[in-house]
Nanobody, 126 residues
Framework: EVQLVESGGGLVQAGGSLRLSCAASGFTFDDYAIGWFRQAPGKDREGVSCISSSDGSTYYADSVKGRFTISSDNAENTVYLQMNSLKPEDTAVYYC???????????????????WGQGTQVTVSS
């Protein structure tokens, strides 16, 4: 059974940090790219970052460049999203998702992802 399980969300003040985790199981981790998306109430789902577990290539949305860092622990089949200098506009439910790594150039398109986690809430207070 394929599973993606996010953890690490919570409430933090503006300027603070959180680290999200995405634990994957049930598929060949190296064959997939893992992306992070977020969705705020009333807004479209937004691609935040993505990593290829096979070669470590990383991608970021302009809105989080320089503040967020994605990394992968292939031994643990886990992807992390370190979020620093958080802003109120980062408030959203954050989801991790897995897409075939051959589609990595299309990482911002949620439609290419085969598997999704249940999401974790991140709330940044001003």
């Amino acid at each position: 059974e394929v599973q993606l399980v996010e953890s690490g969300g919570g409430l933090v003040q503006a300027g603070g940090s959180l680290r999200l985790s995405c634990a994957a199981s049930g598929f060949t981790f190296d064959d997939y790219a893992i992306g992070w998306f977020r969705q705020a109430p009333g807004k479209d789902r937004e691609g935040v970052s993505c990593i290829s577990s096979s070669d470590g290539s990383t991608y970021y949305a302009d809105s989080v460049k320089g503040r967020f860092t994605i990394s992968s622990d292939n031994a643990e089949n886990t992807v992390y999203l370190q979020m620093n200098s958080l802003k109120p506009e980062d408030t959203a439910v954050y989801y991790c998702a897995a897409a075939e790594r051959g589609l990595l150039s299309l990482w911002v398109l949620w439609e290419i992802y085969d598997y999704w986690g249940q999401g974790t809430q991140v709330t940044v207070s001003s």
